[in-house]
């Protein structure tokens, strides 16, 4: 059997990139973002938390957005930054850590139009 | 003169009564917010993308195989659900995720139940091929089945009716005289299955039918029948019969 | 060898518990007496949100007299947690854009507070009327 990937993630630019000007990196991350306080199906026991803590997405290797999340961050978190396109254009990275340990990560090629 | 008035009447009686007849029925997708419609029409924004990207994965990996066309499969999506034959005399009514649970099932040996993620992320992947097609319920052609299978749709007409619960609320009250009223946030629809499974923002996850119409027994205050249950089988073709000729949406966002 | 990768790049950044801060000062009132509202910043949100549980939220930051932003905060006083995300960029910048979806417990102002390069801290805030859902779900 296929092993399911638990947390699926997109990792878009959007726009044309053009040297100068900004361009939108969009991120959506599959996740629960369970806050410890919805109660479960028989109503006598919490869900234990378990939310992403920490998005870090960067720009050829440097940081350019250090976040940390708490509760109030809906589901299937979407974050969307701008960043300034060098000639060169490069390679968009994403990675987060959840409180339960789990990890992940995307990269994406931004190219010059 | 007489005889072509009595002609003019008739036709203006079948344009009209048509018109109306196809302006009346409207999707789920027509209750929702103007921030909600650019959310689900943007893949980059809308949740569900994130399980079709999942679907694709595992569509690629455990069903081409058997199933070479993604589009002929889903055309079952539209059809369901069927009647299934399990002994010479009698069967059962089973929905689109009993019959990718049954699959799956055959396929990796092990008991898999439709609330797995793998039977929800297919259901999802399929609804969204079948965006555009015409539902069209599939009936039995055998004749005792035939017989069988109307029994289960009067049931549910029964059930579509019947006050229940501490609210006393029967569906039809809702959903057939109150549209486009609202109930807080929420806005009631006229209930057609044009978009399922759905994200609701509620339950921060996607889910089937099966777990829709659970939540609604549960909103009135009845008691909530079991997943899986006959009569929400027979519920689901009841409202699949009364959706028939309108288009599929594909999976959508609800509140 | 991708954990440990991401753990020693994630090390200095993730290193602070959020536990650790009170929650006191996050209250509505203190942040009212204590900020007052600048320009600077434009929170873009619905006045009147569809649901509770996601609420598109776009912030829009020009910094004033050729500073520049370092970080920010978005702050939901009326939640459980009030401390709903924090934004740090490595290199400060005089412009930013930045947008995600919250969620809201309750009808409520919620704040944007950023700070500056020198340390100085501009604030913002928009009301949101929150409607619960009507249905009790059990499911």
């Not at chain 2, 929702?32 to 980059?44: A, V």
């Not at chain 2, 029967?170 to 609202?182: E, L, P, R, V």
């Not at chain 3, 204590?34 to 949100?49: F, V």
Request: charged share 20%; hydrophobic share 40%.
């Amino acid at each position: 059997m296929a092993t399911l990937n638990q947390h699926p993630i997109r990792l878009n630019i959007i726009g044309t990139p053009t040297v100068g000007k900004e361009v939108e990196i969009r991120v959506l991350i599959a996740h629960p973002m369970e806050t410890g306080y919805r109660l479960g199906v028989d109503g006598n026991e919490r869900i234990p938390k378990n939310i992403i803590d920490s998005i870090l997405i960067k720009f050829n290797q440097e940081a350019i957005m250090i976040a940390k999340l708490g509760t109030g961050i809906a589901a299937n978190p979407l974050i969307s930054v701008f960043v300034e396109v060098p000639e060169k254009g490069g390679m968009v990275s994403v990675e987060w850590k959840d409180d339960q340990g789990a990890l992940g990560r995307a990269e994406k090629m931004l190219v010059v139009a | 003169m007489k005889l072509f008035a009595f002609i003019v009447t008739i036709f203006l009686f079948c344009v009209t009564n048509s018109s109306q007849a196809q302006s009346v029925r409207q999707s789920g997708n027509a209750f929702l917010s103007p921030d909600m419609l650019r959310q689900q029409h943007d893949p980059t924004l809308n949740p569900i993308s994130l399980w079709l990207d999942q679907g694709q994965e595992l569509w690629k990996s455990q069903c081409q195989q058997c199933h070479s066309s993604v589009s002929e499969t889903a055309k079952a999506v539209v059809q369901f659900p069927i009647w299934k034959s399990t002994l010479a005399s009698s069967g059962k009514l089973i929905n689109i995720e009993d019959q990718i649970a049954d699959c799956w099932s055959k396929k990796s040996g092990k008991v898999i139940s439709n609330d797995a993620t793998e039977i929800l992320t297919m259901s999802v992947f399929l609804s969204d091929a079948a965006k555009g097609m015409t539902i069209q319920v599939r009936e039995p052609q055998d004749v005792p089945m035939k017989n069988q299978w109307q029994e289960q749709m009067n049931l549910a007409g029964q059930i579509y009716v019947r006050r229940q619960g501490r609210l006393n609320l029967s569906c039809t009250q809702c959903h057939d005289q109150q549209i486009g009223k609202n109930l807080r946030s929420d806005v009631v629809s006229p209930a057609f299955l044009t978009g399922f499974p759905i994200y609701r923002f509620s339950w921060q996850t996607v889910g089937n039918l099966d777990r829709r119409l659970r939540a609604c027994y549960s909103g009135v205050q009845a008691s909530v029948p079991s997943t899986g249950s006959p009569e929400l089988r027979a519920l689901e073709l009841f409202l699949k019969k009364r959706s028939e000729g309108m288009l599929w949406d594909g999976p959508s966002l609800r509140r | 060898m991708l954990k440990s990768m991401s753990l020693s790049l994630a090390l200095p950044y993730f290193g602070m518990s959020w536990a650790d801060e009170s929650d006191a000062q996050y209250k509505q009132s203190v942040l009212a007496q204590q900020y007052k509202k600048s320009d600077a910043i434009k929170i873009d949100m619905p006045p009147l949100a569809d649901t509770g549980n996601s609420i598109p939220m776009g912030i829009h930051f020009q910094a004033p007299l050729q500073r520049k932003m370092q970080s920010f905060e978005i702050v939901a006083p009326e939640n459980p947690n009030p401390m709903v995300m924090n934004v740090s960029l490595p290199t400060p910048k005089a412009h930013y854009q930045f947008a995600t979806r919250i969620r809201l417990a309750i009808t409520q102002d919620v704040w944007v507070i950023a700070t500056l390069d020198d340390g100085s801290k501009m604030a913002q805030s928009m009301n949101c009327v929150v409607t619960l859902n009507a249905c009790f779900d059990a499911t």
